[in-house]
Structures are given as structure tokens and as C-alpha cells.
């Protein structure tokens, strides 16, 4: 697997900068199973999961609206020479000095989670999984001082793992059967 390769850009073809304006999570415990990629031949295989997450029975994925144009999504190296590791960091603003974003901080400070980001050009990436969770790194919450300041929360999302790309849809995850009478049809079911 140490083969390398050329990386080509197409220089007509527009690479946009930024994420949605919806970031989507769950508590590390609501999945039953994240796949992580496999690595092969080609650089994308290090990073693309080609399995569906299994979400445990009767848990979904939930959404934070955030402010647009105040958020980015970056992987950063870090460690000593020869000894690299890759770190995720979400820097997101959500809007608003509301009860229901400061109950969200106190309830998830120290809480693992996962959370699903999509970028610009319409690629869900995951941060954090099964393995090595995702954490709130720090919350700055505030009112704001003047009129035209932006009342809300900035948050900072770390992890301790490489950047996933995931190519299927955040609408439709699996989940496990109940594992009752009809025990060989419940190893996973979609949802409808």
C-alpha cells in the first residue's frame, strides 16, 4: 500500500469553499456499527467508507442549523516529526443566545459524539466514529454587545482521526432487526 499516485485537478471545474448550514449528530452510543474505509490502490480509498452506518434500534440522527459563512471544516496534523497523526476541526456559529443551544452545551460538553458536515459541493463528511469519537472542544455563547452583533454560540468540534468521507445518504441510515421470531432477517433493516 505504498504505491503512490498523481493527484489531477481540472482547473475549468469550480471547487467551492465552505459547508451547509446544517450539521448533523448523534450521541456516539445511538450507533450500532461505523465502517471505516479500506484502504487500497488509489489515495480516496484512505478516506471513503464504502458500508453503511447501522444506527442502534429506535436512534437517529439530529441537526444543528448554523449561520452560513461562519463555519469551516479542516484537517490539521499534529505530533512530532515521523510521528504524525491527522485532527479534525469544526468551527461552526449557531445563531441565537436560546436556552435550547445552552442546554445542547451543557448536556454534550463531555458527551462522545458523531457528527456529519456537507461541504459546498455536496459531499457528507464524518467526523468521529465508533473508534475515536468526536468531542466539543470549547463553546464561546454570547449575547453580543451592540445591535448588529451576532448573538450566539461559536463551537469548536475536535477529533483524533482522520476525515471521512461518506458517500451515502444522511436520511436513510440502517439500523439492527429486533432479533425476535424471524432471527435471520434481523441483522439490519433500512429504514422506509
Not at 457528527?115 to 453580543?144: L, M, P, S, V, Y
Request: proline letters at 4%; a negative charge.
Amino acid at each position: 500500500m505504498n504505491s503512490f499516485d498523481n493527484i489531477e485537478t481540472c482547473y475549468y471545474t469550480e471547487y467551492n469553499s465552505g459547508v451547509q448550514c446544517r450539521l448533523y449528530y448523534a450521541p456516539e452510543s445511538f450507533f450500532f456499527r461505523t465502517p471505516l474505509p479500506y484502504p487500497g490502490e488509489s489515495f480516496e480509498s484512505e478516506v471513503i467508507i464504502q458500508d453503511e452506518i447501522i444506527m442502534r434500534q429506535n436512534k437517529k440522527l439530529h441537526y444543528i442549523d448554523i449561520l452560513i459563512d461562519e463555519n469551516e471544516l479542516k484537517l490539521l496534523l499534529s505530533g512530532a516529526l515521523a510521528r504524525k497523526k491527522s485532527k479534525i476541526n469544526l468551527s461552526i456559529f449557531i445563531l441565537g443566545f436560546l436556552p435550547s443551544v445552552l442546554g445542547f452545551i451543557e448536556r454534550g460538553m463531555n458527551l462522545p459524539f458523531v457528527f456529519f458536515i456537507q461541504d459546498t459541493n455536496g459531499r457528507n463528511w464524518q467526523i468521529g466514529h465508533i473508534r475515536n469519537r468526536a468531542f466539543i472542544e470549547n463553546a464561546d455563547t454570547g449575547t453580543g454587545k451592540k445591535y448588529e452583533d451576532n448573538s450566539g454560540s461559536g463551537i469548536t468540534i475536535t477529533c483524533n482521526s482522520p476525515l471521512f468521507l461518506y458517500n451515502f445518504s444522511l436520511d436513510h441510515f440502517s439500523r439492527p432487526g429486533d432479533f425476535n421470531t424471524d432471527f435471520n432477517n434481523d441483522f439490519f433493516k433500512s429504514y422506509d
